[in-house]
């Protein structure tokens, strides 16, 4: 198990159960909490840019809006994940009819997902941000799978459309990268960076 020895506490800042979920299932300790800021996509800005820029900004938000006493010998992880295909970015559905466009798009395709995430680390007032990309391609999806997987629900709260980790996965040819990156966090890179910072992870 993967804890931080060096920190009082991790606190993921994220309303995603995904990343809570993947967190916690590489066996990390931490506390969730929250915060809200507009996740506008800036058109000057390629998708690993945008998907930087928001991570840098929750984290920034959260940090602003804390008594530095709870942030005190504390890391902060925010995170956003964005789906690019050539240079259109795909963000969450805004209905179903957009929903549909968007796997219509992908199908048959090999579209890109990036997930940057920033940390804080209260102890040197310090922002670090990361970010990884992962290539997937959509096997031929027919128009009625694309509905009956839109009716379902699960697109709708998810950058492009689908969840690889729910009934979509049976829509994926092939994954070129980081599979927790496609679920919304890239565990590997994080793991790295940590280990790289001296922040002294510790197993047990």
Not at 42 to 63: D, P, Q, T
Not at 144 to 160: C, F, N, T
Request: contains cysteine; proline residues 2%.
């Amino acid at each position: 198990m993967w804890f931080i020895e060096s920190m009082k506490n991790f606190i993921l800042v994220s309303s995603s159960p995904r990343r809570k979920l993947l967190l916690e299932e590489a066996g990390f300790k931490f506390t969730i909490d929250h915060v809200k800021v507009s996740e506008i996509i800036n058109e000057n800005l390629n998708a690993r840019e945008n998907a930087e820029s928001l991570a840098r900004l929750k984290a920034k938000s959260y940090v602003n809006s804390n008594n530095l006493l709870k942030l005190k010998d504390n890391l902060v992880i925010t995170a956003d994940t964005l789906v690019a295909y050539e240079k259109t970015i795909l963000g969450k559905p805004k209905n179903f009819s957009e929903a549909v466009e968007i796997l219509s798009l992908l199908s048959s395709k090999t579209h890109s997902v990036i997930t940057a995430f920033c940390i804080y680390d209260s102890s040197v007032d310090q922002y670090f941000i990361y970010s990884d990309e992962t290539f997937v391609e959509f096997r031929d999806l027919s128009e009625e799978e694309i509905l009956e997987y839109v009716r379902s629900g699960e697109p709708m709260d998810k950058a492009g459309s689908y969840g690889i980790q729910g009934e979509a996965r049976k829509f994926v040819k092939r994954v070129n990268g980081s599979l927790s990156n496609v679920i919304g966090f890239p565990l590997e890179l994080f793991e790295l960076q940590v280990k790289n910072h001296g922040w002294k992870l510790c197993c047990e």
